[in-house]
């Protein structure tokens, strides 16, 4: 049987060695207990009780709306948001309020002000038409003619328009106070924060590790520095030596074509590769020179500088005497 070995480490393109097991622990620290724990349930279940409510809102005012189907949908979406969105929203804060992060009720009283309004337009609704839930009642009326069907609205409500209209008050009240318990359980700032510190410790503690990996690269060989210096020294003369392959390679481009162009033996002579090396060898002399220059005025700055220092340091030590 074959097993996937997952990889513990990884090394990046500057040959650093990474660490592909750096959160698991974390991972297996703060890992749901049961499946009703896991982050994606509880959002399931607040769309499952938001559409129950849908339909039975939507039961209640295809019955009362002659609107637009635009208008409809706005009415339920108002009951929607009343009775799903900010009981969600109570279940947050009051874990807030509960583990200490927060003393602002304000925002919980607005939110349960919000919801008691909601479930008081529904009740009111329901009650000024529990005659739309009533059917109507079809007699059969009997005559020497034959049997007649007659249908008749009788003005006394029945048994079921009384249960439709309860059962209208008491889902939203039911989906309402399930899904503010289910964001309560299910929300937990301080285990979130918990798990978001400790995260960012072991981060912290991986980059303490690179920092004195790199430390030690520097410790375990004294003369790094010098030998940095010479590698500098080495790919500055390469890259020297290629620009002057270069400048040659361009000059005789330009001679030839200058050549071809003027088409006669004095300008073939002129432009020989002897007149062309005898340029490129006093460039090199002037520039040889310019740097030679260049160093013994930096020498002679330090020794300048040295001997400044020293007489400053007689002369402080004369006026102390």
């Known amino acids: 049987m074959k097993k996937d070995n997952k990889k513990i480490w990884s090394m990046d393109k500057k040959g650093e060695i990474l660490n592909e097991c750096l959160h698991n622990n974390n991972r297996k ?32 005012f295809s019955r009362i709306s002659y609107d637009s189907p635009m208008m409809l949908g706005v009415q339920i979406s108002g009951f929607l948001f009343g009775f799903d969105v900010v009981p969600i929203f109570i279940g947050i804060q009051y874990k807030r309020l509960r583990q ?30 529990v005659d739309l839930m009533s059917p109507s009642t079809v007699s059969n009326v009997t005559s020497y003619m034959g049997t007649v069907t007659q249908e008749n ?16 008050m008491g889902i939203p ?64 003369q390469e890259v020297k030596m290629m620009h002057k392959a270069l400048v040659i390679s361009h000059c005789d481009y330009v001679r030839e074509r200058l050549k071809e162009h003027l088409g006669n033996p004095t300008s073939n002579n002129v ?45 402080a030590n004369q006026t102390n005497a």
């Open 153 to 168: 609205t009788e003005s006394n409500i029945d048994a079921t328009a009384i249960a439709l209209t309860i059962f209208g």
């Open 173 to 236: 009240v039911v989906t309402s106070l399930g899904s503010c318990l289910i964001s309560f359980i299910t929300y937990n700032p301080l285990g979130i924060k918990k798990q978001r510190i400790a995260e960012m410790i072991e981060d912290t503690r991986d980059e303490v590790r690179r920092f004195d990996a790199i430390i030690s690269d520097y410790d375990a060989e004294p003369d790094f520095a010098e030998h940095l210096e010479e590698e500098d020294e080495a790919k500055y």
């Open 100 to 129: 200490g992060l927060t003393k602002d009720k304000f925002v919980l009283v607005m939110a349960l002000i919000v919801c008691g309004l909601a479930f008081a337009m529904n009740i009111a609704l329901r009650i000024m038409t």
């Open 271 to 315: 432009l020989s590769e002897a007149a062309c090396e005898n340029i490129l060898a006093r460039l090199d002399k002037e520039l040889g020179v310019l740097s030679h220059k260049t160093h013994e005025e930096s020498v002679r700055g330090e020794s300048e500088s040295k001997e400044a220092k020293c007489i400053t340091m007689i002369r």
């Open 29 to 60: 620290r703060f890992k749901a207990d049961t499946p009703f724990d896991n982050s994606i349930v509880p959002y399931l279940i607040m769309i499952f009780c938001a559409t129950v409510d849908g339909f039975v809102f939507y039961s209640l």
